[in-house]
């Protein structure tokens, strides 16, 4: 059985990855996801930054440049 990856991310404007952490914890990725939420500015939300909380099924999905937490 597929053991779910939670990969958080955020994103700029261009949807260029600006910072990703890969775990296997679905709280701990919450918590995370709240975090990079809450970190971006208001004028980084209008401009077009997001926080993303995605699930994959293998770490060969997670982006190559994220921090992995195993």
């Not at 709240?34 to 926080?51: C, H, M, R, V, Y």
């Not at 982006?63 to 195993?70: E, G, S, Y």
């Amino acid at each position: 059985m597929a053991k779910t990856i939670w990969v958080n991310e955020q994103i700029d404007p261009s949807g260029l990855v600006y910072t990703c952490i890969a775990c296997c914890d679905q709280t701990q990725a919450q918590e995370c996801h709240q975090s990079f939420d809450s970190n971006l500015t208001p004028e980084q939300k209008a401009s077009g930054w997001i926080a993303r909380l995605r699930t994959v099924d293998t770490w060969e999905e997670v982006p190559v440049n994220a921090l992995k937490l195993d």
